[in-house]
C-alpha cells in the first residue's frame, strides 16, 4: 500500500490563488519530500521536511509536518500558470533507505 | 550542471518482446534509482544502486527485469520479456549518495507502451 497518500487529487484555481495540498501517510518517517512533474518530465524537488520539524518555507512554498497526525501540506501562495503540474509527497521511512511516494495531486492554475 | 540523462525517450515494442533502457546520472552522484510510474500513479523504486552495487532491488520483478550498473556510472534497465501491463514512463534518477535525506533528481524519463 502507497506510504504518502495525497488530497485532493485535482485541484482547479485561478492564478493569484493559494494553493494547499495534503499528504497523510501511515508509519514513523525519517523525512518528507515534495517533488513537482511538469507533464512529461521528470520530478523535480521542491523541499524536504525532518520529522524533528515542524514547518519549513522555500520561496512561496511553505511545507508543514504534523507527525503526531501523520500529515503534511504543502501552500504555494499566490499561485502562476506556470504553477500548473501534478505535486507528489514522499516519505523516507524512519528505518528505511527508500522513498515511497503518493499517487499525486494534480494542480491546474488557470490564468 | 548536466541533468540525468535518458535514452531513449518513447519506446513501443510488442508483448513478449525485449527492451532495455541507459541512464547516465548527474557526474559524482553515488547514487542511482530506476523508477516505475504508471498513468496516474507515483513513481515506485525498482531498484537502487550505490556505485555499482545494489542497495534494494525488492520491488524488481526478477523474473523479467534486470537492471546493471557498470563502472559505478551509467546504468541499464532491461525487460524480458515485456507484458502489457509493463507500459509505463521509466525514470531514472540520481543523488550524490543513498540514505534518503539526499534530493534525487530525476531524468526526463522513458515512456514505454507494450502493444
Known amino acids: 500500500s502507497q506510504q504518502g497518500e495525497e488530497d485532493p487529487q485535482a485541484l482547479s484555481i485561478q492564478e493569484g490563488e493559494n494553493a494547499t495540498m495534503n499528504c497523510s501517510y501511515k508509519?514513523?518517517?525519517?523525512?518528507l519530500q515534495w517533488y513537482r512533474q511538469n507533464s512529461g518530465r521528470g520530478l523535480v524537488h521542491l523541499i524536504l521536511i525532518r520529522s524533528n520539524e515542524r514547518e519549513k518555507h522555500s520561496g512561496r512554498l511553505r511545507v508543514t509536518l504534523d507527525t503526531s497526525k501523520k500529515s503534511s501540506s504543502l501552500l504555494i501562495t499566490a499561485s502562476r500558470a506556470a504553477d500548473t503540474a501534478s505535486y507528489f509527497c514522499a516519505t523516507l521511512r524512519a528505518s528505511g533507505s527508500r522513498l515511497t511516494f503518493g499517487e499525486g495531486t494534480q494542480l491546474t492554475v488557470n490564468p | 550542471e548536466a541533468g540525468v540523462a535518458q535514452s531513449p525517450r518513447y519506446k513501443i515494442i510488442e508483448k513478449r518482446q525485449s527492451v532495455a533502457f541507459w541512464c547516465n546520472p548527474i557526474s559524482g552522484h553515488a547514487t542511482l534509482y530506476w523508477y516505475q510510474q504508471i498513468l496516474g500513479q507515483g513513481p515506485k523504486l525498482l531498484i537502487q544502486?550505490?556505485?555499482?552495487?545494489?542497495?534494494?532491488d525488492s520491488q524488481l520483478p526478477k523474473d523479467r527485469f534486470s537492471a546493471e550498473r557498470l563502472k559505478g556510472v551509467d546504468s541499464t534497465l532491461k525487460i524480458q520479456p515485456a507484458k502489457l501491463e509493463d507500459s509505463a514512463v521509466y525514470l531514472c534518477a540520481s543523488s550524490l549518495s543513498s540514505g534518503g535525506s539526499y534530493e534525487q533528481y530525476f531524468g526526463p524519463g522513458t515512456r514505454l507502451t507494450v502493444t
Open positions: 544502486f550505490q556505485n555499482n552495487g545494489v542497495v534494494d
Open positions: 508509519t514513523s518517517i525519517n523525512n
